[in-house]
């Protein structure tokens, strides 16, 4: 009895260990969400328009031409900042990338998204995933499904579709068991049509940024541009509504 006792107490060193483990889980979560409050707070998001862009495009262009490697670099580390704390920029930044860097600005934009959405999927999958579980409701138990089945095809249609906000689509396989290599896979060619179709729209922005005007952004909602995204994404489901229709074939069979 008395060593029975002894196997089932709880050793002291054993949960001190523990909970400096489970504190861990939490600090890069905290990091992104105090990250995204002082950008807001602090009133950073009042100098991220466009007109700041048009008034300052003379000196960045300089800069990017002369210090071209350079400004690659600056703005892929920047771009994974603004993706990791889900700072509501990434677009016009992409926009003002193709303007200022040309099309290498699509190689960099998918570099920094990538890690930015691998950050934010990892701090997802740390803590969310579990304490959202056991809240879930039918919608989330079924995405769940869909995704720990076909995880690959659905996250590649929601990346080629731009319809869910992108740290949305960053968190949101954290509640399957998706892992890490498939969601920078599916990421990084997901966003690969769609950074093209913008840095493309940004290099026509180039010439208004240099008069110091402002550019329309209404062309972006335009179906030349919306609907061969919405056709790439719907071709990214195929794979799943075949297999759907071949089970319940199976299914069919007496």
Known sequence: MWRA?????T??????????????????PSVLVLGLAVFFLSGAHEFVTWQAVADHYGALQGYANEHLWRSYIIFTLAYGVVVAFSLPVALPM????????GWPAVILVIIGATAGASVVFIAAKSIFADVLRTKAGPFLARLEVGFSENAFSYLLALRLIPAAPFWVVNIVPAFSRMQLVPFLLATCIGIAPGTAVFISVGRGFDHILASGTTPDLAVLTTAPILLPLAALGALALLPIAYRRIMKNRKGARP
């Not at 050793?11 to 890069?28: F, H, N």
């Not at 992409?94 to 860097?101: D, M, N, S, V, Y």
């Open 5 to 9: 006792g002894m196997n089932n107490s």
């Open 11 to 28: 050793d002291p060193k054993q949960t001190d260990a523990v909970k400096p483990s489970q504190g861990r889980r939490y600090i890069l």
């Open 94 to 101: 992409t926009l003002a990338g193709g303007a200022i860097l």
